[in-house]
Nanobody
Framework: QVQLVESGGGLVQAGGSLRLSCAAS????????MGWFRQAPGKEREFVAAISWSGGSTYYADSVKGRFTISRDNAKNTVYLQMNSLKPEDTAVYYCAARGGPKATVGDLYDYWGQGTQVTVSS
């Protein structure tokens, strides 16, 4: 069982930055691929970014490419999402997820999910 706890969300003006963190309880955190997803009110959950177990491979949704950066620190059992040049359309609840397999863009392939952290970008 893996417990995930997100933090770092908040209210920011358009053009600003936030850094989300996701702390994992698993002793074998380094064996999990990690992903970030988001869900805006009235919309379906969407993929944001994913990172391999080693951190050597990453993948981004087109909507955040060049603005967001996913990274991980296996020694701290933590994955991060650095979000720059934020836009109002980035407003959503952001979730981290863990998968005992290769990184993936489909949420249903992930085994464990956090509770989410709210990000609100004002115009």
């Amino acid at each position: 069982q893996v417990q995930l706890v997100e933090s770092g969300g908040g209210l920011v003006q358009a053009g600003g930055s936030l850094r989300l963190s996701c702390a994992a309880s698993a002793r074998t955190f380094s064996s999990y691929a990690m992903g970030w997803f988001r869900q805006a009110p009235g919309k379906e959950r969407e993929f944001v970014a994913a990172i391999s177990w080693s951190g050597g491979s990453t993948y981004y949704a087109d909507s955040v490419k060049g603005r967001f950066t996913i990274s991980r620190d296996n020694a701290k059992n933590t994955v991060y999402l650095q979000m720059n040049s934020l836009k109002p359309e980035d407003t959503a609840v952001y979730y981290c997820a863990a998968r005992g397999g290769p990184k993936a863009t489909v949420g249903d392939l992930y085994d464990y999910w956090g509770q989410g952290t709210q990000v609100t970008v004002s115009s």
